[in-house]
Nanobody, 121 residues
Framework: QVQLVESGGGKVQVGGSLRLSCVASGIIFSFNEMGWYRQAPGKEREVVAT???????KYADAVKGRFTISRDNAKNTVYLEMNSLQFDDTAVYYC???????????????WGRGTQVTVFS
């Protein structure tokens, strides 16, 4: 059974930082791309960042230069370091693993329950 458990969300002032973590179980973590997504109120879920099995990151334009995705295969964990947070970053952040070791985006996958990030002034 695949499980993805996110943590690290919270409330932070504009300009602040947070570090999200996602621990995966039930998959061969090192063989899988991983991704972080977010969904703001009234908006569709969108990809934030993905990381390949070799650690190559990709970012959405909205977060380039501010967010960093990384992974620790020994801990089955993917991270999202978020700096210079803005109001528009307020959302529920989800971790995703692909099915059958395919691409994480686009494509079917397994999702965590999400962690709320709220940015305030």
């Amino acid at each position: 059974q695949v499980q993805l458990v996110e943590s690290g969300g919270g409330k932070v002032q504009v300009g602040g930082s947070l570090r999200l973590s996602c621990v995966a179980s039930g998959i061969i973590f090192s063989f899988n791309e991983m991704g972080w997504y977010r969904q703001a109120p009234g908006k569709e879920r969108e990809v934030v960042a993905t990381i390949s099995t070799h650690g190559t990151p990709k970012y959405a334009d909205a977060v380039k230069g501010r967010f960093t995705i990384s992974r620790d295969n020994a801990k089955n964990t993917v991270y999202l370091e978020m700096n210079s947070l803005q109001f528009d970053d307020t959302a529920v952040y989800y971790c995703k693993a692909p099915r059958a070791m395919g691409p994480v985006d686009p494509g079917p996958g397994y999702w965590g329950r999400g962690t709320q990030v709220t940015v305030f002034s």
